[in-house]
């Protein structure tokens, strides 16, 4: 476990996932890993301090595999209420991959999931724009691109970001996630044009290092100049 702020920490099994300090005895959780992550996060729960139901909130980036394998056992464990944008909500629910593999990939992992991942419940779904009473306000903002359903939330306050799989830095990079696994490349660049114009201090990615931008600021620009070339 990683840990970024006094009240944000990361945890890296396949995706990240992501811990917030939400309230005195409150926790919030972005994504879950891959499968057999849960007995991970709920040990890092616990180094915290904190019982595995003080995590009240799980908010879900988008329903691949390694962001929602560990969805159905955390909900269980921790009794959180999931949030999920809509198509998330769909794929979550039947566990289903979206789009985005290429063609010779998509079945193959498909029935990986079907395998993998239990059908979880989403019991609120999400809206653009729509602010979540969270942690002094979490903003749910729709960024497609790497998949259809793929939404990012701001942290208003700290001024935070999770951008999920719309960008990542595996390269020790900020970059775009690869054409070859985005299901459209051109939308992905809108919404990456979009969400850096937001006032930044750490970008949380889907895969690879957070970013600090108050360190690495020119990361930030150099990605924005490629972004509007």
């Given at each position: 476990m990683i840990q970024?702020?006094?009240?944000?920490y990361q945890i890296t099994r396949g995706g990240n996932a992501f811990i917030l300090k939400s309230g005195t005895d409150e926790l919030t959780l972005v994504d879950t890993g891959i499968p057999g992550t849960t007995?991970?996060?709920?040990?890092?729960?616990?180094?915290?301090?904190?019982?595995?139901?003080?995590?009240k909130h799980i908010l879900v980036t988008h329903a691949d595999f390694d962001h929602v394998g560990s969805l159905a056992g955390l909900s269980q464990a921790t009794g959180a209420t999931v949030y999920a944008g809509e198509?998330?909500?769909?794929?979550?629910?039947?566990?289903?991959?979206?789009?985005?593999?290429?063609?010779?990939?998509?079945?193959?992992?498909?029935l990986f999931?079907?395998?993998?991942?239990?059908?979880?419940?989403?019991?609120?779904?999400?809206?653009?724009?729509?602010?979540?009473?969270?942690?002094?306000?979490?903003?749910?903002?729709?960024?497609?691109?790497?998949?259809?359903?793929?939404?990012?939330?701001?942290?208003?306050?700290p001024q935070i970001l999770?951008?999920?799989?719309?960008?990542?830095?595996?390269?020790g990079t900020l970059s775009l996630t690869p054409a070859a696994i985005t299901w459209n490349m051109e939308i992905a660049?809108?919404?990456?044009?979009?969400?850096?114009?937001?006032?930044?201090r750490y970008i949380c990615v889907g895969h690879g290092d957070y970013?600090?931008?108050t360190r690495q600021p020119n990361a930030v620009e150099k990605l924005r100049a490629e972004l509007h070339a």
């Open positions: 970024i702020t006094p009240e944000l007995g991970k996060i709920i040990q890092a729960v616990e180094s915290l301090g904190h019982k595995p139901d003080a995590i198509q998330s909500k769909s794929h979550i629910e039947n566990a289903s991959a979206p789009p985005h593999l290429p063609a010779i990939m998509a079945p193959l992992a498909g999931q079907k395998l993998t991942q239990k059908p979880t419940r989403v019991d609120q779904q999400l809206h653009d724009r729509q602010v979540l009473d969270i942690a002094g306000g979490i903003e749910a903002i729709a960024i497609p691109g790497h998949t259809p359903d793929n939404y990012g939330f701001y942290w208003r306050e999770f951008a999920a799989d719309l960008l990542n830095q595996m390269g660049r809108k919404s990456a044009r979009h969400v850096l114009d937001l006032d930044l970013l600090d931008v």
